[in-house]
Structure formats: structure tokens, C-alpha cells
């Protein structure tokens, strides 16, 4: 992995299947920080802190913006009905890891975050794989947006608050990407602007970049929730590995459908490496 785009989806379905273990072993802090004497060159990011329901079916499944989800970091909040309080899932989270060019080990990983963490939010500088504590907070947030706020203001021009704060771009001024949540670029100046462009859920097109001929980047669900998150912000307390440099693009969406698909939640990662260097045999998965 190289400075490339890895898209990687997973399902979440109604029941537990054999190979998932839900626990509650040695949880500790959850917000533990690790102490001034033993850090290194870290961007001193606070954990990720920000969380929602995604609840528009039958799913009530309350998701983290820093890489773990279904877990308030005391309770689950998996629920199959919403309106119950039966869990069927505790606790998740992303395990990303790869060697480089000199066989060193770079990993990111949580569980419960028994000692700290090793994701924060925010997007990267792309020329230097950097990020510092302000970006951080800026985007210690889930952002969220449905297919209806779409459909309404294609109809009816109506802009809601959540299309307003859509996280089309980064700021380039400080290196990020420019193209951020995916939107439909209406007048074609690269930039998100409400009222003109629109949250893309690919609406009015086959889905195919006309240049590269590659997928577009595209909004899924009829409830989709969107944020951006990084391995840079601080050392990775939790598994003490060394950083990648990854941004990771997270969507988590649902459809509201008559079927099973009513009893599912969905979620998208696209992992971009904005490191110098190549990662190989890179290994991604979800711990559950």
C-alpha cells in the first residue's frame, strides 16, 4: 500500500454469527491519556470523542469517530429492535497494520481502549503526513446527512443544516485534500458550495469517473453518517506500534427497506496512506 486508496466495506447483519466473542475484559479508562514523561514526537491530539446513533431502520447501533463503535466505552448500543434493549454486539474496532521497506512493524488497533489510543480525528497534511492538536478538535465530530435532505433540495431547493456543514474540502492552506466527503460538484470549481452543490449520492450519474473510468467517490444509504480520522495525532498508546501515516475515511449508513436489509447497518472505510513509504503484506480487519 502506497499512497493508493483502499476501499474496504463491511456488513453488520441482525444475528451474532460464530465468529464473533462479545466481552467486557479488562475495559480500564477508556480516556486515558498517556503521561508527558513518555511521549515522543506526537501531534499531542485528545482522543476522539464524538459519537451518534445511526437509527433510521430497525437499528439503533451507536458509532465512535475514532475507530471503535457499538459502545458508549461502558454499554453496548447494538440494538435489534431500536426500540429494545437487546445487544447483539458490544464493541468493535479497526486493526490496521504492515511492514515497511526494513520489515519494522507499523500497527493501529484498539479494543477496549485499555491503555490508550491509537486513532484520532482529522484528516493529514498530504505533504508531510502531519497533523496538530486544532485540527484534531475541529474534526472530533460525525457528520451526518440522508438521502431525503438530498432529495428535497433537488426538488424544492430547500438547503438543510446538515448540507450546510457537509465537510466537502479540506483546507488546503494547510495541505489537506481538497476533495474531503463526497459531493456532487455542480459548477465545477472543486469546491463544496451549499445551495449549488449536493452530499453525492449519485444521483443523476452512472457512478463512472468519464476520465479515469474508476468508481467516483459516492454517499450509500438512505442515512449516512461521515468522518475522517488519522494514526498520527499522538503515539499509539493502545498497542504501542509505530505510526503508518493512514487517513481513513469512514462512512456508516442504512437503508429503511421492507426486507432483512432493515435489519443491517453498513459501513465503508477508504484508507489512504500519506506516508512516504510503501506498506506490504498490509492487513486490515474489524475486531469484534
Avoid at 223 to 236: A, M, Q, R
Amino acid at each position: 500500500m502506497n499512497n493508493m486508496y483502499l476501499r474496504i466495506s463491511l456488513i453488520t447483519l441482525a444475528f451474532v454469527s460464530p465468529f464473533v466473542s462479545s466481552a467486557r475484559e479488562n475495559i480500564g479508562d477508556p480516556h486515558h491519556r498517556i503521561q508527558r514523561t513518555e511521549k515522543l514526537s506526537a501531534a499531542d491530539c485528545n482522543p476522539a470523542s464524538s459519537s451518534i446513533d445511526l437509527n433510521i431502520n430497525n437499528v439503533r447501533a451507536l458509532l465512535q469517530n475514532g475507530g471503535d463503535m457499538w459502545w458508549d466505552f461502558q454499554n453496548a448500543y447494538y440494538r435489534i429492535p431500536k426500540a429494545g434493549n437487546a445487544n447483539s454486539l458490544f464493541a468493535a474496532s479497526l486493526w490496521l497494520g504492515g511492514l515497511d521497506a526494513g520489515g519494522q512493524l507499523k500497527v493501529a488497533a484498539m479494543t477496549y481502549r485499555q491503555n490508550g489510543v491509537d486513532f484520532w480525528p482529522g484528516p493529514l497534511d498530504t505533504v508531510n503526513t502531519s497533523i496538530d492538536a486544532t485540527v484534531c478538535s475541529q474534526y472530533d465530530k460525525i457528520f451526518q446527512i440522508s438521502r431525503n435532505d438530498v432529495d428535497t433540495f433537488l426538488n424544492y431547493g430547500y438547503v438543510t443544516s446538515n448540507m450546510n456543514s457537509w465537510p466537502g474540502n479540506g483546507n488546503v492552506s494547510l495541505n489537506q485534500g481538497q476533495f474531503l466527503a463526497p459531493f456532487q460538484d455542480v459548477d465545477g470549481d472543486g469546491t463544496y458550495t451549499p445551495g449549488i452543490d449536493y452530499p453525492d449520492y449519485d444521483i443523476n450519474s452512472d457512478g463512472v469517473d468519464p476520465v479515469t473510468l474508476k468508481c467516483k467517490h459516492r454517499l450509500y444509504g438512505d442515512k449516512t453518517l461521515w468522518w475522517v480520522f488519522n494514526d498520527k495525532g499522538d503515539i499509539h498508546s493502545e498497542t504501542n506500534g509505530l505510526q503508518m501515516g493512514v487517513e481513513i475515511r469512514a462512512q456508516a449508513f442504512a437503508f429503511k427497506t421492507d426486507n432483512e436489509i432493515n435489519d443491517m447497518t453498513f459501513y465503508n472505510y477508504e484508507v489512504i496512506n500519506r506516508s512516504s513509504y510503501s506498506l506490504n503484506n498490509t492487513y486490515f480487519t474489524v475486531w469484534n
